[in-house]
C-alpha cells in the first residue's frame, strides 16, 4: 500500500511539475480519487482554511501589482544589481531574498532573474553562480515571509504547540538569511570564468533611470500601496501575538477571541481594499496581473496536491511513523525527512501542510520542528521546479544545467549548504534560548 500511494504522489508530483498551471491541482483530486478506489483509503480533509489564507494574501498582492508596487520594488532591485554589477554573485541572492520576503511568494524571481542572467553576462561572470543561488534565495525568501502560503501553514501548526508568529520570525528569518550567506560563500569559491566557447557580452554602460519615472500610474501609488501592505502585514504580526489587539465578543457569557486562522484573511483583504481605494485602483485590472494569475494557480494546486500529500500521509501513518523511529529516531533526523517529502512533492508548503502533523505524532519538540523547517525547501532536488527550468532557459551560456545523471544540476550545491546551514543556525538559536 506504502508503495502503490508514493507512486502515485510521484507521478501526481512529476506530472504536475512539467505540465504547471493548475494541473497540480487536477491531478491531485485524480490521486485522491485513485487513493480511495485502489488502496480503499479515506481521504484527508481538504485544505480550506489554508486557501482562505492565500486567497486573500493574493488579492492584496494583485492590487499592488496593479497600482505598480510589484514593478517599483523589482526595478529597485534591477537599479541595485546593476549599480554593483561585478560583485553580483553576492548582491544577486540577497536582492532577490527581500522581494520575495516583501512579495510572499518565490515567483516573483521570474521577474529579476532575467537581469540577473544579463548583467553576469556583460561583466565576464558565469551566470549560473549568480542564477543558482537567486533560485535558493527566492525559496528562503518565501519561507521567511509573513504572507506566504508556507507561513500560513506552518504558523497555524505550531501556533497550536503555543508557538507565535513573532517566535517563528526570530527562528526562521536569521537562520534563511544565515544559511543563503554560506551558500554564496560557498559559491563564490568555485570558477566563476564564462564556459568555454561563451564570450561576454560587451556593452556601453548607460545611465540607469530613476523606477519612480518608469511607472505608469507614478511614484506616489506604488509608494503607497507598498506602504499599505507593509502596514497590513504588520497588523498580521502583532493582532496574532498580542491577543489584547484581537476583536473580541461575548458568547454565552463568556468573552471570545478573534480565532488566529481569521486573522490573516481578514487584515489582508482589509489591506487589499484600502490599497483599491486609496490608489483608485479599477478592479478589473487586478485580477488581470500576473501576480493574481500565479498566485490563484498556486492556490488551487494546493488544493489538489496538499489534498493528495495528506491523504497519502494519512493512509500510511502507522507505516511511516515505525520507519521513522527505527531508522530515524533523533529528533534532528526529522529534517531529513522533510528534505526527502518536499523533493517528491515538490512544494515547500504542502510538505509542511502533510509532514509537520506526522512530527507532532511523533512526539518532536515543536521547537525542533521549527529549526528545520528550512528542509522543507528542497523541491530543488529533482530539476522540475518552474524558477529552476527559468534560470536554466534563461542562461544561454549554458553553464546553469541539468547535469548528465540530472541530480548533478546547478543548483544542488547552493541548495544544500543554504539549508544545512539554515538548520545549523536554527537548532543553535533554540538551544541558545531563542525560543
Same mark, same amino acid.
Given at each position: ?9 510521484? *507521478?501526481?508530483?512529476f506530472? =504536475? ?10 491531478? $491531485?483530486?485524480?490521486?485522491?480519487? @485513485? ?7 479515506? #481521504?484527508?480533509? #481538504?485544505?480550506?482554511?489554508? /486557501? ?13 501589482e496593479?497600482a505598480?508596487? *510589484?514593478n ?30 516583501? =512579495? ?8 529579476? *532573474? ?8 556583460e ?5 549560473e553562480?549568480?542564477?543558482? %543561488?537567486?533560485v535558493?534565495a527566492?525559496?528562503? &525568501? ?13 504558523s ?7 508557538i507565535? /508568529? ?12 544565515? $544559511? ?13 570564468? /564564462? ?15 530613476? #523606477? ?9 501609488v ?7 501592505f507593509?502596514?497590513?502585514? +504588520?497588523?498580521?504580526? +502583532? ?5 489584547? +489587539? ?11 477571541? %478573534? ?29 488581470? =496581473?500576473?501576480?493574481f494569475?500565479? $498566485?490563484?494557480?498556486?492556490?488551487f ?7 493528495l ?10 507505516? *511511516? @511513523? ?18 526527502? /517529502? ?22 518532536? #519538540? ?31 551560456? &549554458? ?13 544542488m550545491?547552493?541548495? +544544500?549548504?543554504?539549508i544545512?546551514?539554515?538548520? =545549523?543556525?536554527?537548532f ?5 534560548? $531563542?525560543?
Open positions: 500500500m506504502l508503495l502503490i500511494g508514493l507512486s502515485i504522489l510521484l *507521478l501526481a508530483s506530472l =504536475g511539475s512539467r505540465l504547471q498551471g493548475i494541473s497540480l491541482s487536477m491531478l $491531485g483530486g485524480l490521486g485522491v480519487w @485513485l487513493f480511495m478506489l485502489v488502496l480503499n483509503a479515506t #481521504p484527508a480533509d #481538504p485544505p480550506f482554511q489554508i /486557501m482562505l489564507c492565500i486567497a486573500a494574501v493574493v488579492a492584496a498582492v494583485g492590487t499592488i496593479a505598480g508596487g *510589484l517599483y520594488l523589482v526595478q529597485l532591485a534591477e537599479l541595485c544589481i546593476r549599480k554593483h554589477p561585478r560583485s553580483i554573485i553576492y548582491i544577486s541572492p540577497m536582492v532577490t531574498y527581500a522581494i520575495t520576503f516583501l =512579495g510572499g511568494t518565490n515567483h516573483i524571481a521570474y521577474s529579476i *532573474l532575467p537581469v540577473i542572467s544579463e548583467v553576469s553576462k561583466v565576464g561572470i558565469r551566470p553562480r549568480p542564477l543558482s %543561488l537567486s535558493i527566492a525559496l528562503h &525568501g518565501a519561507l521567511a515571509s509573513p504572507i506566504s502560503s508556507i507561513m500560513v501553514i506552518l497555524g501548526i505550531l501556533r497550536v504547540s503555543g507565535e /508568529m513573532v517566535s517563528i520570525f526570530k527562528i526562521i528569518i536569521p537562520s534563511t538569511v544565515g $544559511g543563503l550567506l554560506m551558500a554564496t560563500f560557498v559559491t563564490s569559491l568555485l570558477r566563476k570564468t /564564462m564556459p568555454k566557447g561563451a564570450t561576454a557580452t560587451e556593452q556601453a554602460t548607460t545611465a540607469m533611470a530613476d #523606477p519612480l519615472t518608469l511607472l505608469p500610474r507614478g511614484a506616489r506604488a509608494k503607497l500601496s507598498i506602504v499599505c507593509l502596514l497590513g502585514s +504588520l497588523a498580521t504580526v +502583532l493582532i496574532d501575538a498580542l491577543p489584547s +489587539l484581537r476583536p473580541c465578543w461575548e458568547f454565552n457569557g463568556a468573552t471570545v477571541l %478573534l480565532p488566529s486562522g481569521y486573522i490573516m484573511p481578514i487584515v489582508m483583504l482589509s489591506t487589499a481594499a484600502s490599497i483599491m481605494l486609496l490608489c483608485r485602483i479599477a478592479p478589473n485590472a487586478i485580477t488581470q =496581473g500576473k501576480a494569475t500565479a $498566485g490563484v494557480q498556486g492556490m494546486s494546493i488544493l489538489g496536491i496538499a489534498w500529500s495528506s491523504t497519502f500521509v494519512e493512509s500510511n501513518q502507522l507505516v *511511516l @511513523l515505525q520507519f521513522i523511529e527505527t531508522y530515524l529516531s533523533k529528533p534532528w533526523q526529522f529534517s531529513i525527512v522533510l528534505l526527502f /517529502m518536499s523533493s517528491i512533492i515538490g512544494s515547500s508548503a504542502t510538505t509542511v501542510k502533510a509532514i509537520f502533523p506526522l512530527g507532532i505524532a511523533l512526539g518532536i #519538540p515543536p521547537k525542533i520542528l521549527l529549526a528545520s523547517a528550512a528542509a522543507v525547501n528542497g523541491v530543488f532536488i529533482i530539476p522540475i521546479y518552474p524558477t529552476m527550468l527559468a534560470a536554466i532557459h534563461l542562461d544561454t551560456t &549554458g553553464s546553469t544545467r541539468i547535469g548528465k545523471f540530472v541530480f548533478n544540476h546547478s543548483f550545491l547552493p541548495g +544544500l549548504v543554504s544545512a546551514g539554515a538548520i =545549523g543556525i536554527g543553535f538559536l533554540v538551544y541558545i534560548g $531563542g525560543l
